[in-house]
């Protein structure tokens, strides 16, 4: 594998976050995603939806500001932006699932090249796993965004052929942003939009399961 | 008329059998009913079938039924990082799970509260949630069938109650609550304050009262982390 830098975590976020449009209403999973909030581009509005019934989520709550009613779906606790509201879970989920939200981002560990999404559990693992709202967002969002490391810890390639980890949702993957690029996923397939600098399509190509256009 | 308060948790929760279907409310921490889960404990009810997001935090909120052995069937969404004592009993096959995406999970207990016996979504498809379920095209997309979840009890947090049943919740700790209260054949809920009747504001009601059957007042319990 190339020594070469790759983009952190943060900035990860940080180019995730100039996909956002303005206005949009967007629900940041777990993971990379939650950092999003705190690199959005100077004068773009977006609106934080959490799963748990807020929209119009603020930043996180500073010490001694915190009040543990109000948290996010990591169970943090968070502040509310002017123009905030709040409702049930099955009304959050229903802005999720029928295709209210303008883009969700999620984290995950596998993405096929036909936008399949494994995201809630690693084979093997011990424990039950977790769905939480991945499925319901996954499935609705108009945009789905997903970040994640392009390889895992071991050099293996998180986009692949096909996924072999259990599955959130078909097909679900418009745009994925890893620490060496950018990748749309289109009905021809996957097209390297951007990649890290200092990184050539070759080199991005051979830490990809999958074909790059 | 029937009287909904009752004088203490315990009370609350005094007839309910072992073998119940019971819904708790909660997410992250806000918004459960730990004062009715710990009378619950005390009281000892065995072979509870729970209806949760997720289950337990550590000692805190469901992790105490699971430590005491109290629930053998559980369908919840998240079980949590926290969920040691869950997860022990998962492993020693001493409670069976059934894992359910979050947005469902809300929708099959809202279908059982509105009298709607099924419904098609295309969550889940091509998942394991879909094993066994039947599946249809409509309008072109994948869809798997879901059913409605019912429960005998829900045991809920709300902020306010008056003393009809009218309730309101407290920013975030609204979460599943409102969802399990219209579901149950019995709700009961631990609030922070009782108020006279006319004392809420008709327009601020966030459960109606006829989904409330009794209403305990008790000051909220929170679990760290």
């Not at chain 1, 990591?74 to 999720?96: I, N, R």
């Not at chain 2, 709607?116 to 309008?139: L, M, N, Q, S």
């Not at chain 2, 599943?176 to 504001?201: R, Y």
Request: glycine share 10%; aromatic share 6%; charged share 20%.
């Amino acid at each position: 594998m190339p020594d070469k830098p790759r983009l952190t975590r943060e900035q990860i976020a940080a180019r995730a976050a100039r996909e956002l449009p303005d206005g949009a209403y967007v629900n940041l999973g777990w993971g990379i995603p939650n950092l999003i909030a705190d690199y959005l581009p100077p004068g773009l509005t977006v609106f934080f939806h959490s799963e748990n019934g807020i929209l119009g989520m603020g930043r996180r709550a500073r010490a001694g500001e915190e009040d543990y009613d109000l948290v996010d779906a990591m169970k943090v606790p968070v502040t509310l932006a002017p123009g905030a509201s709040f409702f049930h879970q099955a009304d959050a989920h229903l802005m999720t699932r029928g295709g209210h939200l303008d883009v969700a981002v999620l984290g995950g560990f596998q993405v096929s090249e036909k936008g399949d999404l494994a995201n809630w559990k690693v084979p093997g693992a011990r424990g039950s796993g977790g769905i939480g709202g991945a499925m319901d967002i996954a499935a609705g969002a108009k945009v789905l965004t997903v970040c994640m490391e392009h390889n895992t810890k071991d050099g293996a390639p998180k986009i692949v052929k096909h996924c072999t980890y259990p599955l959130t949702a078909l097909a679900c993957v418009d745009t994925i942003v890893t620490d060496l690029a950018v990748i749309d996923v289109r009905a021809d397939g996957l097209v390297l939009r951007e990649m890290a600098p200092g990184w050539t399509k070759t080199e991005i190509q051979e830490l990809t399961g999958a074909r790059l256009l | 008329m029937r009287q909904k308060i009752f004088p203490s948790v315990d009370a609350a929760v005094e007839d309910v059998p072992d073998g119940a279907r019971i819904m708790f409310g909660g997410f992250g921490g806000a918004g459960f009913p730990n004062n009715l889960i710990q009378a619950l404990a005390r009281k000892g009810t065995k072979k509870i079938t729970a209806i949760s997001n997720n289950c337990g935090t550590r000692d805190g909120e469901l992790g105490l039924m699971f430590k005491n052995g109290q629930i053998s069937h559980i369908i919840a969404s998240f079980p949590g990082p926290h969920a040691n004592h869950f997860q022990e009993r998962l492993a020693a096959n001493e409670v069976t799970l059934e894992l359910v995406p979050q947005g469902i999970l809300c929708e099959r207990m809202r279908a059982a509260a509105a009298g709607i016996f099924g419904f098609y979504t295309t969550v889940g498809v091509g998942t394991e949630v879909a094993a066994g379920k039947e599946e249809r095209v409509i309008d072109n997309r994948r869809c798997i069938l879901e059913s409605p979840i019912h429960a005998d009890y829900a045991f809920i947090k709300a902020d306010k109650a008056d003393e009809l049943g009218n309730l309101t919740y407290r920013l975030a700790a609204r979460n599943f609550n409102p969802i399990m209260a219209m579901a149950a054949k019995t709700t009961v809920v631990e609030v922070e304050e009782i108020v006279p009747v006319g004392a809420l504001e008709p327009e601020h009601v966030m459960t109606p009262a006829i989904f409330v059957h009794r209403i305990v007042r008790a000051r909220g319990i929170r679990y760290a982390g």
